[in-house]
């Protein structure tokens, strides 16, 4: 903050926050928490896909507030619960919800990142964001860009976490001002928006866009879209390794890593059902030349049942040793 930036005083009301797998019973509790007096709105993306959710239901029988799916271009209400719905990015704009069909990210629809990034730029440093339990690195990105635009990160202990590879991504990321465990998340999100604090205003918050476009992404690699087959890019402005496409579909690396596992054990099956169909010939074969008359390559038929089973063997093997992925890397001692 430069010392002639003026100050203004302000809540810090608008919460949204980021979960996956073991999440739910943190929402829960948070739900739980919130007064029927506060003083902010929350916003919840959890990744339920193309899924009915029922997150809604659960966190307004949990709680005193209300929880609903937004309705597209609906005005923001205090003292509200907004849950994504399936197959909808949630984004904040012009003090709206505003709902997207745009390109999955990190696999999901909806997802993280669009949520936090659209709060960065709209409500800058009235923003906290919270990352929880989950897999991949989804709201890593938009939580840094929060930071960016003045707000506060809180990041669920990843070692405490059910599944610690979304809060651990987005502390590695960026040191978080909050890392808690989960069962101090919902004290803590009912405190800071109660208290007013002197902040510069956001300037940074213009820079950061709801979507990603192509010349976001820095050079070009030899890798393609596992959504759509595209060329890929790499970004790394936030000192995250994050691949999108022309598209805008966007990944993270271990999330990259994965699906190009997926794509080579998807391959490896077609090879295989075609080598048990080929055996299963070959067994066919065998019988009717047992019964010919005459030499009908019997030899041939039972070398090639032998060399399929053996190759098919082969790839069972393969598959059984494919490596564990998913799992950020432990950080080097010391």
């Known amino acids: 903050m430069a010392p002639d930036d003026p100050q203004e005083p302000l809540r810090r009301d608008i919460i949204v926050i980021g979960g996956s797998a073991g999440s739910l019973d943190t929402l829960r509790a948070i739900a739980l928490a919130l007064p ?27 709680g005193k507030l209300t929880a609903s799916h937004p309705r597209e271009q609906e005005r923001i209400r205090r003292r509200h619960i907004y849950v994504a719905p399936p197959d909808r990015h ?76 979304m809060p651990q991504t987005a502390a590695s990321l960026r040191e978080p001002d ?19 604090v002197l902040v510069a205003p956001a300037k940074a918050t213009e820079g950061v866009p709801v979507t990603m476009e192509t010349n976001d992404f820095e050079r070009p690699v030899a890798f393609s879209c596992p959504e759509c087959g595209g060329a890929l890019k790499v970004h790394l402005k936030n000192g995250l390794d994050e691949y999108g496409c022309h598209v805008g579909h966007r990944f993270g690396a271990m999330e990259l890593l994965e699906s190009q596992y997926e ?32 030499d009908n390559g ?10 399929a089973e053996e190759q098919a063997e082969t790839l069972r093997r393969f598959l059984e040793q494919r490596p564990i992925v998913g799992l950020m890397p432990e950080a080097a001692d010391g």
């Open 36 to 62: 029927a007096d506060f003083a902010g709105t929350v916003f919840i993306v959890a990744h339920v896909g193309q899924s009915r959710s029922i997150l809604p239901d659960l966190l307004r029988r949990a």
């Open 90 to 165: 949630m984004l904040i704009e012009d003090g709206n919800v505003c709902l997207s069909r745009g390109p999955r990210e990190h696999f999901t629809r909806p997802a993280i990142d669009p949520l936090f990034r659209s709060a960065a730029r709209a409500c800058g440093a009235r923003v906290i964001g919270v990352v929880l339990s989950g897999g991949g690195s989804d709201g890593a990105v938009g939580l840094a860009a929060i930071q960016d635009a003045g707000g506060l990160a809180v990041v669920e202990d990843p070692s405490e976490a059910a599944f610690p590879d």
């Open 178 to 196: 909050f890392v808690t465990r989960a069962v101090d998340i919902p004290a803590l999100l009912v405190r800071l928006p109660a208290e007013r």
């Open 263 to 294: 794509g080579v054990e998807k391959g490896i099956y077609v090879a295989l059902r075609m080598l048990n169909e080929q055996a299963e010939f070959a067994r066919r074969m065998i019988a009717s030349a047992r019964n010919a008359p005459l």
């Open 298 to 307: 019997l030899v041939y038929w039972e070398r090639l049942q032998v060399q």
